[in-house]
């Protein structure tokens, strides 16, 4: 098998030849085609020849292989095995094919530049040799390439030769005599066209079209309110007309409707649903006016809104706000009240912390931060006493019985009493005589405790001393000037204290506060007593011992508490500026809460007489309300604010820090912080 | 078993019983959602807001009894037909039977919409009252162009056209329309028909813009429904003015009318009605009912020497009429329609309307906007004519007071007649006077264009040109001569009358109010000396501290005033409750917000002005 390539281009012709004799069987129209494929198949040189050609026929027998088997005979084994050796393999006796000597390149070039058929040369490695591809194979395989059969003879797609004959061969496949269907007139068709002539005849199946019929008429006849006329069904909400335009809808509109440029770039900086939807703009003339871009748009909005827009009656509050005011009785109705100031009282060099009128309206007593103690007329506004007491005074009050002109006043932490020393000899006598304290040897020392409070004697001023254990903040006369209470906020178990001035006895009933007192006060006519802590007003029975009620006043934290002089009602302060009034018969929650002071209520307080109360706050005003009690149990209070009386003026954040009525006229005493106090008259 | 015992599933009482989700109420009906929401747009069903959402915040809710009455209605079953019908025809078309779809598809089920009309809205003032949306609809869909194969079917723009056309013929001749605006948005109208007063809406005639973020599907439903009720409406309104309807055009100017772009289709329409109203008069007249008030009519006719009163020979005269007038004699036709159908019943306000342009001819130019100008003028009683075909009278006409142009100059220019803007008619309708044309002259940048849909008063800012029209207004009423026809004298001087006792009243108003502000200031002033006054009589006088406190009142006079009325606030709202306060607050938020916008174009008007008059230094 092995042939070199001078070889076969020499011995090509008589070859193919040769071939095409004995491939003739197998193709049967094409010699030169056939004499193509065995191109290479006697090639075989010498010896070989015979071998090759009994190969041949022995392929051909079993399947039209038209190949020559290759001159090495190593089999389909890697290549590179032999890459080393001298041989690339064995022929069919099993000798070495040496391998060729490799041409130089260039070499190889010239000889290929020579050669014109060099475009046809492969190179076969597994032979070592090169194969010149014929023209016909080159055909071959273009026509491989384009999916054609490799054969331009062959054709795919031969006509069908039927080689059977059917025709009078005397075979029928059916000798059944034809049906007499065959001759009848179909009965279901016939029914189907009757069916159809039926529904034309009467009219269900029509092939026009129908004519266009004009199908308005007066819809609405007489225009009588009759059920007929009625609207069926639930009750119609007719939707809300679109809003009819403005003055900055126009396409010309003046001038003081365009935003300018710098509106318009705010107007990004909002949020959007905030932003205008609409921003004006003027056309200087009607032509140039574009269509609107959104016309369709919004036409569609409103589609959507009428049918998906959930629809309510909604009562749109068309009123004037002033009608939403409650309808108060007239000021003149209700007077007399405080509303205009009348006198200053000037002298304190501090803020004013506190004031007392005595019962008889004559004098009137201040403490205050420069640490004095003043005594002033009323009527006149004279300043007729003042003691250095050494301390700041954060309390007073003026024993309410007027044969004992007593005050009681909390210095630095702890309470004196002092004789104010007004009124006639004997009275100041009396006063002096209930004052005297002969010096004890420390009362309980026996539970190792620090007393609650010690009585001493203040030498300067010839009074007493309540030393108490911890700061106190607050004291209140009983109405028979008896005892009076002091509170010390921080005293936990001993935070109330009650006192008799006659036998110069101190006790502390309450051991148990929900939260930390605030202030305390007797009832004005019964043996009642009243502890407001923070939240909550305790009140309790003296002679039983017990709580009788607890009201709560929801508020942050109660600053002041004052009892109606009828003692059912009651009214706190607080120090977010709310006053709440209770009815304790009513309920133990407020009757009326008023939201009337922007910062802290400091006193609130009731008038003995008339029925007034007020309050003082840190905001520089104090307020006069009409609060009238009626007997008739089934009536509520009447609660109205008259007036805010102003005057004060700031001093450290404060303002009114006091603020007390007269015991008898309807007169307002407030003190400021701008170290004033000011008496305010009808 | 007891009352309150309830299995599972079964009836439930209150608002869970009467309110149902959408798509429970769909699954209710047995329809798909397109249907319910036609049915809903159709029925007019809304959704409704219970008082207590059953089933949670973001749903919507129907009205059980909605529901039950759009399951009643045979509408449901037409739009099953419908759907059937449809599938018999793909149907037939995918078995290529062709016969059979076309025949299907010849006779679609169709229904009407006039028993929902007339369910919807028993009375005409019912659906009078609802006629705003329908009648944008309407005019928006007519202004869409009418383009083969869209969505929209090109016949049912041109029926929205010849509905709007309608529409508009019917208002302008009946004098209705009482205010017109041109915004950015379009043109709107208001007329008053039978007391109710309707707003509508034209888009500016541009090509409008097809988008297509928007459901052609939900507004068809709705235009289907409007369409029927616009038609229903016209016919009753034509019907009550003795018009036959449907209109029967001149088919001349009806060709026009397609050509044109539907400009001379509404004047026609008016001619219809002018000549439609003499001929139904005519037929009542032989039908020998109302005679006496034909014979009234007749006399008018017989007055103005145009006709004989042979009832038989009154179609052909006014047939005659209608040719002939428009050629030589524009305005007869009108006056003489006026003239007879002359209806005591016109309130004032439709006699001023009708007597406003009287004596006006109008000429427009090609460029403004003629649909809508033609719609107005005749309203207001003018006559009025365009350039290009089939108009009445052309340019050269002697008797033309007024040529509307909308161009920077103006080439050729008659001196017998005004040259003005579009915007001057506009304006001296919502004036209801003639206004000066000074302003708006060809060329010249217009005065602005106010809302008259505005209650400046109550808004609290009046532009200037506001006050300006009211002191042209005042001076009309004023100084207005007495005109030929005792009626116009009357109202003349009633109005003059008026005007005085108005006046008179003003003044005497004004005089109490100052009273009562020095009264006021009186007593402020003596309420501080009063107290002084008291103190020095009951007390020691304190001379000093006295003397401090008037000099403090006087310089702090306002000051106090104003505490004082705040005070007076703040007590008063001390004892509301809670809610009130709240209430009393937003109203008062509202107010302000109000004022901060007056005070914003106040300062915007200020700053342009010093502008202004910057550049003219």
């Known amino acids: 098998m092995g042939h070199s390539d001078g070889e076969h281009q020499l011995e090509g012709d008589d070859l193919s030849a040769d071939d095409a004799s004995w491939s003739d069987g197998v193709w049967s129209e094409d010699d030169d085609e056939g004499s193509l494929s065995f191109e290479g198949s006697g090639s075989g040189s010498g010896s070989d020849a015979d071998s090759d050609e009994a190969a041949a026929a022995a392929e051909e027998s079993d399947s039209s292989e038209d190949e020559v088997a290759p001159r090495n005979t190593v089999g389909d084994v890697p290549l590179e095995w032999y890459k080393e050796e001298e041989h690339i393999g064995y022929d069919i006796d099993g000798r070495k094919i040496k391998k060729r000597d490799r041409e130089g390149r260039i070499e190889a070039y010239l000889k290929n530049a020579d050669d014109a058929k060099n475009w046809r040369k492969i190179y076969d490695e597994y032979n070592d040799e090169e194969v010149q591809i014929t023209k016909e194979e080159a055909k071959i395989i273009s026509r491989l390439l384009k999916g054609k059969t490799p054969h331009g003879n062959v054709d795919p797609y031969p006509d069908y030769v039927d080689w059977f004959e059917y025709e009078d061969k005397g075979h029928p496949l059916s000798s059944a005599p034809e049906p007499k269907r065959r001759f009848v007139p179909s009965k279901w068709e016939q029914k189907k066209v009757v069916k159809l002539v039926r529904a034309i005849r009467n009219g269900w199946i029509k092939f026009d079209k129908p004519k266009e019929e004009n199908n308005l008429y007066l819809l609405w006849g007489d225009e009588t309110d009759t059920a007929e006329n009625k609207r069926h069904g639930l009750s119609y909400i007719p939707a809300p007309k679109p809003n009819l335009p403005g003055h900055e809808e126009s396409y010309n509109p003046s001038v003081e409707f365009i935003p300018t440029q710098e509106e318009i770039d705010s107007y990004q900086l909002m949020y959007e649903e905030d932003r205008p939807k609409f921003i004006p703009k003027r056309f200087e003339c009607l032509r140039s006016v574009p269509a609107y871009e959104k016309a369709l748009r919004e036409g569609f909005d409103r589609c959507l809104d009428l049918y998906l827009c959930p629809r309510t009656r909604k009562k749109r509050i068309n009123i004037d706000p002033e009608s939403l005011k409650p309808k108060l009785p007239s000021k003149k109705d209700l007077r007399p009240y405080p509303k205009t100031c009348y006198l200053e009282f000037k002298g304190h060099m501090g803020p004013v912390t506190s004031i007392s009128v005595e019962i008889t309206g004559q004098w009137l007593a201040s403490g205050s931060c420069d640490g004095t103690i003043r005594v002033w007329e009323v009527e006149t506004g004279r300043c007729v006493k003042v003691w250095n007491v050494g301390g700041d005074v954060r309390r007073i009050a003026w024993n309410p019985l007027p044969e004992r002109p007593i005050l009681a006043a909390i210095v630095g932490h702890d309470l004196l009493l002092i004789n104010a020393e007004v009124g006639s000899e004997e009275v100041q006598m009396r006063a002096k005589e209930l004052l005297k304290i002969d010096e004890m040897a420390p009362q309980d020392d026996t539970d190792g405790k620090k007393p609650a409070v010690r009585w001493m004697k203040h030498e300067k001023l010839d009074g007493i001393t309540l030393i108490h254990h911890k700061a106190v903040s607050n004291v209140e006369w009983h109405f028979k000037g008896d005892y009076f209470t002091t509170v010390v906020p921080s005293g936990d178990t001993r935070a109330v204290l009650l006192h008799q001035l006659t036998k110069k006895h101190s006790h502390h009933p309450f051991r148990k506060l929900p939260g930390l007192p605030v202030a305390a006060t007797f009832h004005p006519t019964q043996k009642m007593f009243f502890v407001a802590t923070k939240k909550f007003v305790q009140v309790y029975d003296l002679q039983k011992a017990q709580l009788v009620k607890k009201l709560e006043s929801g508020l942050r934290e109660i600053s002041s508490i004052s009892i109606h002089p009828g003692g059912d009602n009651v009214i706190v302060g607080s120090k977010d500026g709310k006053l709440c009034w209770f009815d304790t018969d009513l309920s133990t929650r407020p009757y009326k809460a008023l939201k009337i002071h922007s910062k802290d209520i400091t006193n609130v307080t009731f008038h003995r007489k008339y029925p007034l109360f007020a309050s003082s706050s840190e905001d520089c005003t104090a307020y006069v309300c009409h609060g009238m009690v009626y007997s008739d149990l089934n009536q509520n209070p009447l609660i109205v604010p008259l007036e805010i009386l102003r005057g004060h003026s700031s001093s450290d954040g404060r303002g009114v820090l006091d603020c007390k009525f007269h015991p008898k006229q309807p007169w307002l005493f407030t003190a400021g912080a701008d170290s004033v106090i000011r008496l305010y008259c009808d | 078993m007891p009352k309150h015992f309830r299995p599972a599933g079964k009836k439930k009482e209150g608002n869970a019983a009467k309110y149902i989700t959408r798509t429970k109420a769909v699954n209710y009906l047995q329809v798909s959602l397109a249907i319910f929401r036609k049915l809903c747009i159709l029925k007019g069903v809304f959704p409704r807001q219970p008082k207590k959402k059953v089933e949670g915040n973001h749903k919507t809710y129907y009205h059980m009894k909605d529901i039950a009455f759009l399951a009643h209605d045979p509408l449901i079953e037409k739009f099953r037909q419908i759907k059937v019908h449809r599938k018999k025809v793909k149907k037939a078309i995918a078995k290529k039977n062709r016969d059979l779809a076309d025949r299907l598809l010849n006779r679609p089920p169709t229904y009407k919409l006039d028993r929902l009309v007339l369910e919807r809205y028993p009375t005409f003032v019912d659906a009078l009252r609802d006629l705003d949306d329908c009648l944008t609809m309407v005019h928006l869909f007519a202004a869409l162009p009418a383009v083969d194969g869209e969505r929209i079917e090109v016949k049912r723009i041109h029926n ?108 026609a329409l008016c001619r219809y009605m002018s000549t439609g109203s003499g001929r139904a008069i005519g037929n009542s007249d032989s039908g020998g009912v109302n005679e006496k008030e034909s014979g009234a009519i007749k006399e008018n006719e017989d007055g103005n020497n145009k006709a004989s009163a042979k009832t038989d020979e009154s179609e052909l005269r006014l047939a005659q009429l209608q040719h002939q007038l428009p ?219 006295d003397t401090m406190d008037k000099d403090d009142a006087k310089s702090d006079h306002e000051d106090e005033k104003k505490q004082a009325e705040k005070d007076n606030d703040d007590i008063s709202t001390a004892l509301m409750s809670r809610r009130k306060r709240g209430l009393y607050k937003a109203m008062e938020i509202g107010r302000e917000r109000k004022q901060d916008k007056v005070e914003l174009l106040k300062k915007r008007k200020k700053n342009a002005d010093s502008s202004a008059s910057a550049k003219r230094r």
């Open chain 2, 327 to 545: 050629s030589n004699e524009p305005g007869a036709l009108m006056h003489l329609v006026e003239e007879s159908t002359a209806v005591d019943t016109d309130d004032d306000e439709t006699k001023e309307c009708k007597s406003l342009f009287k004596n006006l001819k109008f000429y427009l130019s090609r460029e403004v906007p003629r649909e809508s100008l033609l719609f107005i003028i005749p309203a207001f009683g003018g006559t009025v004519s365009w350039e290009g075909e089939g108009a009445p009278f052309n340019e050269i006409d002697e008797d033309i007071t007024h040529q509307i142009v909308d161009r920077p100059t103006q080439s050729h220019v008659f001196l017998s007649r005004e040259y003005v803007q579009p915007q001057w008619v506009f304006d001296c309708v919502n004036a209801r006077i003639i206004l000066p044309t000074d302003g708006y002259l060809v060329g010249r940048v217009p005065p602005p264009h106010l809302s008259p849909f505005v209650d400046n008063d109550a808004e609290g800012y009046i532009p200037e040109y506001a006050e300006t029209i009211k002191r042209l207004q005042a001076a009309a009423r004023n100084e207005v001569l007495p005109l030929p026809g005792d009626e116009d004298l009357d109202n003349s001087l009633v109005a003059a009358m008026m005007d005085r006792t108005e006046s008179n009243e003003a003044a005497e108003k004004k005089r109490k109010l100052e009273m009562l502000e020095k009264q006021y200031h009186d007593e402020l002033k003596m309420e501080i000396d009063g107290v002084t006054f008291s103190n020095l009589s009951n007390k020691k006088p304190d001379k000093s501290q």
């Open chain 2, 160 to 267: 929205c056209r010849r509905l709007s056309h309608e529409w508009q013929a019917y208002i302008s001749r009946t004098h209705a329309l009482r205010k017109t605006f041109i915004s950015v948005k379009g043109i709107y109208y208001q007329a008053e028909v039978q007391g109710q007063k309707i707003t509508w809406l034209t888009p500016h005639a541009l090509q409008q813009v097809l988008t297509d973020d928007v459901d052609f599907n939900v507004m068809l439903t709705f235009l289907e429904f409007y369409e029927t009720l616009l038609g229903f409406v016209n016919f009753k309104l034509y019907h009550s003015i003795n018009v036959n309807y449907p209109p029967i055009l001149d088919p001349r100017l009806e060709a026009l009318a397609a050509v044109l772009y539907s400009v001379p289709e509404l004047y």
